[in-house]
């Protein structure tokens, strides 16, 4: 009878174990029960939608057509607000910008075969659809950044030039000396120590990880302030004021969205950014990487060193600047200014 009690509860709690790392499937757009459709969407070849919004002036009268990736938690609504405070400099050089929500994220579908080769041939799928042109910018911040990386690699032969603002670093690329990327990982916090391992090596984790109540999950998700540096907590009300009036970038749930950019952004790449060639070896383009050297969420060394393997990214570091330094209007300004210096 014993031995029978135990068989029981053993099954019991292996089936709660395994409950409790399933996520709830996400609440697609447009569907009974999920949220409403509210911006332009297009359909992907596969069957998927991709949410997006345009801005600045006509495609038609455009110098340069920029495609802009938003990052960690956040919409295409977040990103294209960095540009309404610079209108002046839209005008000025003439600029037309498209964002887009990322798979799961706002109104796009989620896309449970994410992987970053995927994220470029959407943005390929998205240029295309709008008419954009054989060649186009795209400039992305933080995880949206980090996308950028796998359009130099997937899709270089279609970019003008590219852009990326404290683009999310992941530890285990394998170009990164081991003591020099264990030193930036054990200089976070350590509740992401835990998040950051359980993404990388335990993906199947993810969501049961950053749900349980039993330890601090990721220190990201809650914007934990220990992560903010001075700057970033100065800008902290401008940015939660911006945000107030716009859709939830989870509305769909938090796997398809917040997790499985975790699961990707730090998980098993299928290509090292510090084996990349120089999509522009006759300057018909250019890379930049912009930089702040007191952002916590995105350590500084890694990213000097990767400017170091690769000579050909202009690398620009803010002094004193933060995670956040885009929500000042003359950096992001400066930021849009740089790659048309000297350009007709």
């Known amino acids: 009878m014993l031995k029978e009690v135990t068989v029981i509860l053993f099954l019991g709690l292996a089936v709660w174990a395994y409950q409790a790392t399933q996520p709830p499937p996400p609440k697609i757009c447009g569907t009974l029960g999920g949220p409403p459709i509210t911006a332009p969407r297009m359909k992907l070849r596969d069957g998927r ?6 801005h600045g002036v006509s495609k038609e009268t455009a110098k340069a057509k920029i495609i802009l990736v938003h990052g960690f938690a956040s919409t295409k609504h977040d990103i294209m607000s960095m540009t309404e405070p610079v209108l002046d400099v839209v005008e000025e050089l003439r600029l037309y910008f498209v964002s887009f929500d990322r798979p799961g994220y706002g109104e796009s579908d989620p896309d449970p ?6 994220l470029a041939l959407d943005i390929e799928e998205l240029a295309d659809h709008l008419g954009l042109g054989y060649k186009f910018y795209v400039m992305g911040f933080s995880m949206g950044g980090q996308v950028v990386w796998g359009c130099l690699k997937y899709i270089p032969h279609r970019l003008s030039g590219a852009t990326l ?3 999310v670093v992941n530890y285990w690329w394998p170009g990164f000396p081991a003591n020099l990327s264990a030193e930036a990982y054990y200089r976070q916090i350590r509740q992401d120590h835990w998040a950051l391992y ?11 990880w950053n749900t349980q ?3 601090p999950a990721s220190a990201v998700i809650s914007m934990k302030p220990d992560i903010l540096s001075r700057q970033d907590l100065e800008l902290l009300p401008l940015i939660a004021e911006k945000r107030s009036n716009r859709p939830q970038a989870t509305l769909q749930g938090v796997f398809e969205s917040l997790h499985r950019d975790l699961m990707i952004g730090f998980g098993k790449w299928e290509f090292d950014p510090m084996d990349l060639e120089n999509p522009f070896p006759n300057n018909e383009g250019s890379v930049h990487l912009w930089q702040g050297d007191e952002d916590i969420m995105v350590p500084f060394s890694l990213q000097r060193y990767i400017a170091q393997r690769l000579p050909w990214i202009n690398y620009h570091e803010v002094p004193g600047a933060g995670h956040l330094f885009t929500a000042i209007p003359q950096n992001f300004g400066q930021i849009l200014k740089v790659p048309f210096l000297g350009r007709d």
């Open 49 to 54: 939608h991709l949410s997006y919004k345009e």
């Open 113 to 118: 075969r994410r992987t970053p080769k995927s």
């Open 165 to 167: 603002i404290a683009p």
């Open 198 to 208: 359980v993404a990388h090596h335990a993906p199947w984790l993810t969501y049961w």
């Open 213 to 215: 109540k039993w330890f």
